[in-house]
């Protein structure tokens, strides 16, 4: 399951899902981008150690999408201080809850309209 997790948070948490370019160079480019600091959030997200309290219904883990984003903020902006970054991302904790399933909703999509490129 960790191929298709890492894919899902690539896929949603980065946004590799839309691309901004038409050029495929430039698409290809923008991937590696996603990329790259896909490992770079995974690797400071591995490195975090949460410490789970006593009084803990459950066990707590980050939250994927917030480190994503304060990740992007860290790289892009330069202003964040690591300290900083690891405090921020231990404020966004999201509980483990095992032996969860529901049913699955199963929504049709219909199709998306390219009227941009009738030119």
Not at 24 to 31: A, N
Not at 98 to 119: C, G, L, M
Request: glycine share 4%; net charge positive.
């Amino acid at each position: 399951w960790g191929i298709e997790t890492a894919f899902d948070q690539l896929k949603y948490a980065l946004g590799a899902a839309s691309v901004h370019s038409k050029n495929s160079e430039l698409i290809i480019q923008e991937l590696y981008g996603k990329l790259i600091l896909f490992n770079f959030c995974k690797t400071i997200v591995g490195g975090i150690e949460v410490k789970q309290q006593e009084y803990w219904k459950y066990e707590y883990k980050l939250n994927i999408k917030m480190a994503m984003c304060i990740c992007r903020e860290f790289w892009c902006s330069q202003t964040l201080a690591a300290p900083e970054v690891e405090k921020m991302l231990l404020n966004y904790l999201v509980p483990i809850r095992d032996n969860r399933t529901f049913p699955r909703d199963t929504v049709k999509k219909s199709a998306i309209a390219f009227n941009s490129r009738i030119a």
